[in-house]
Nanobody, 123 residues
Framework: QVHLVESGGGSVHAEGSLRLSCTASGETRCIHDMTWYRQVPGKEREFVAGAARFGSTRYADFVKGRFTLTADYAKNTLSLQMNSLKPEDAAMYYC?????????????????WGQGTQVTVSP
């Protein structure tokens, strides 16, 4: 199993900044991708930013230029620096890992999610 713990959420005014962190534990050697998603009540969870272990970093269009993702696979951490926050960025932010399920990683679920950390942005 892989266990994810998020931190760093909070409440800020528009144009403020927050830094979210996600730390993975357990079968971290099986993780091949780490991603941030977000969700507001009544809407589907949406992709924010992600980084593959051996690939590039990718961002949703609505955060380009404002958010910076840092993935450290040696430390099993994923951080999201969020600047110039807008009220529409307010959401529950979730860390997700995609996991290998073959070979020595066989038997694992293909993905794991954290419990989420709340971000509130006031006008």
């Amino acid at each position: 199993q892989v266990h994810l713990v998020e931190s760093g959420g909070g409440s800020v005014h528009a144009e403020g900044s927050l830094r979210l962190s996600c730390t993975a534990s357990g079968e971290t050697r099986c993780i091949h991708d780490m991603t941030w998603y977000r969700q507001v009540p009544g809407k589907e969870r949406e992709f924010v930013a992600g980084a593959a272990r051996f690939g590039s970093t990718r961002y949703a269009d609505f955060v380009k230029g404002r958010f910076t993702l840092t993935a450290d696979y040696a430390k099993n951490t994923l951080s999201l620096q969020m600047n110039s926050l807008k009220p529409e960025d307010a959401a529950m932010y979730y860390c997700r890992t995609a996991v290998l399920t073959d070979g020595t990683c066989g038997g694992l679920s293909p993905e794991f999610w954290g419990q989420g950390t709340q971000v509130t942005v006031s006008p």
